[in-house]
């Protein structure tokens, strides 16, 4: 979500939540609205053959989206009603400020997996998963943590397939494994 | 009488230790495979189903009723400990299973959903017992209205009771209602919301929904906040046993979630959610009643609850199972699958033709419990110990068995795809405040509704009264209307009291 480092800083941020927070508010609640305006258009363009039922396939995702944009609208108003009065609950939605970097670390590392699984195969990918989380949550003797990680993914591997018959993706590792 | 010496007959079959050694195997099998995120009691029996082949009918019943518990144990453990329950029905054991282990309390809440199962599957299964045959007529008296009334009875306890703010719960309900409709519409054929990608033909998976808002979204959600803390340092498990406190505050909870679970379990309404959820939603507006209310924080009730609503549930779905021939549940289902294996073909017919078997089948279960709580009840604080990894190898090992259960269950790739954007998706709704159980709750009986509705207005050729029809739709409605006045009363009057 954008956030301006400023905003946090300003010291608002132990009354109110601050200008952030409520941006993101309403980030998510503009989100629920198109969601649901998006279905809207999508269940008005959908290919239905004729059926005689009385309700069709689209009256279900028809009333969802409707209903989203309904509830997209009320959070938007909810936001700007609570941002006029300073005493609000925000015991939930006040984040201690996200940590960014570690998120990124997270999430590329997810990419970085999901790019290796079928072609590096599970060893290297999974232990690279294990790794990357590791890492971003503050893991850094980074040799233990890489030992730790292939020892997980080798043995999740021998227990899949020799354990439960499931198959893994053997990957670069086919003749080895 | 009858009934009695029927089920000693049973237990004289099963109880060799040949069997006992089968039950042990299963139990021991079932918690290691239900331990596995995505990999609940469902994965457990079907993954153990060749092994159990092996063996004669009454000797693969007893290992069964042991896998199945021991797998429904198992994802209670992952639920509690990492929340990540190992199966939808453990869902809501998670809500307050976690904080618990957080607040050092592992052990209690593993305790208490021990012994809550225990309790449950005793007396759901001494109900099927003696009651099936009234139980049947129940179970047929439902139809698509009386479902689309039980769904829509869900979505409003899980939405307006469990959430603290109805806005955020309605709003995370109809996403999850959302998600469901990705996929070809069962009744036309008609492709809805795939937008042209083929691997989103068959819909979003609900281990891959459950599993990504609860794991990778939890793992998410720890990244993000990592700065304020090292996410290093290890969970301390706290003291093992249930105090007499403990005790006090559980026995309550069990009674009224098997009494809640137990119905469910007859009607097929798609397994042991809604009575879960609804025993959450109960134990917590109860606890708000009562005014020392821990629910958020970790509530030995909310565990307590929905543990054993889950077990009655499942040990009642025996009665459409073996009397109708109709799963309602995916265990059921896999069951069913394994009875036609022995050539069993379950019916009316089924406790007349081969009375050995099911009794066999019954007294199994009694004793796969039994197993289950001498094994696991002494293991609650060694399973605890999982809580002192260091937290960083925690998470990681939370997100490689979350993508490890959902590859597998399907090798796809386009699973893990969805897996991680719905995490990405627990994340935001955790970031900003919106409830997870909702959304689960939309995924999982949304579909259930549309059918069951579309069903009971076809059938009622487009009139409208067809949905308040029956004496059983129309008590649902009520209790709905009811619960809806007085919790509006309720918040009305605390405004004026803040005002």
Known sequence: MTTSPERVRTGRAETTPGGRVERGDLLVAALVAVTGTLMLLATVRMDVSSSVSYLGPRFFPGLVAVLLMALGAALVVQVLLRARSTARDTEQTTGEGSDRRALGIVLATLTAHLLLLETAGWIIAGALLFWGVSYALGGRKVLRDLGVSFLVSATVQLAFSAGLGLTLPPGVLVGVV | MDTFSLLLEGFGAALTPMNLLWSLVGVVLGTIVGVLPGLGSAMAIALLLPITFQLDPTGAFIMFAGVYFGGQFGAATTAILLNTPGQSSSMAT????????????????????????????????????????????????????????????????????????????????????????????????????????????????????TVGLLAVGEVLHTAARSRNGAATETIVAGRPWLSRRDLSRSWRPWVRGTALGVPFGVIPAGGAEIPTFLSYAAEKSLARRRGNSEFGRGAIEGVAGPEAANNATTATSLVPLLSLGLPTSATAAIMLGAFQQYGIRPGPL?????????????????????ILLVLNLPFAPVWAKLLRIPRNYLYAGILVFATLGVYTARTSLSDVVLLYLVGVLGFLLRRYGFPIAPVLIGVILGPLAETSLRRAMAMGQGDVGVLFGSPYSIGLYAIMVVAVVVMTVGRLRKRRVAA
């Open chain 2, 94 to 209: 998670a809500f307050e299973g976690y904080p618990m282990a957080e607040n050092r309390r592992a052990p209690q809440a593993l305790a208490t959903a021990v012994l809550g199962s225990f309790v449950a599957s005793i007396v759901a299964v001494t109900l099927v017992v003696f009651f099936s045959p009234y139980m049947v007529q129940l179970a047929v008296q439902f139809g698509p209205a009386e479902y689309f009334a039980l769904a829509v009875l869900a979505f409003l306890a899980t939405s307006g009771v469990v959430s603290g703010d109805v806005l955020r719960g309605v709003t995370a309900l109809g996403i999850g209602l959302a998600l469901a409709l990705v996929g070809i519409d069962e009744q036309t054929g008609t492709v809805r919301f795939a937008f042209g990608v083929t691997q989103l033909f068959g819909g979003v998976s609900i281990v891959v929904v």
């Open chain 2, 350 to 370: 089924l406790f007349t033709e081969q009375a050995d078997l099911v009794w066999a089948l019954l007294a199994s279960l009694f004793i796969g419990s039994a």
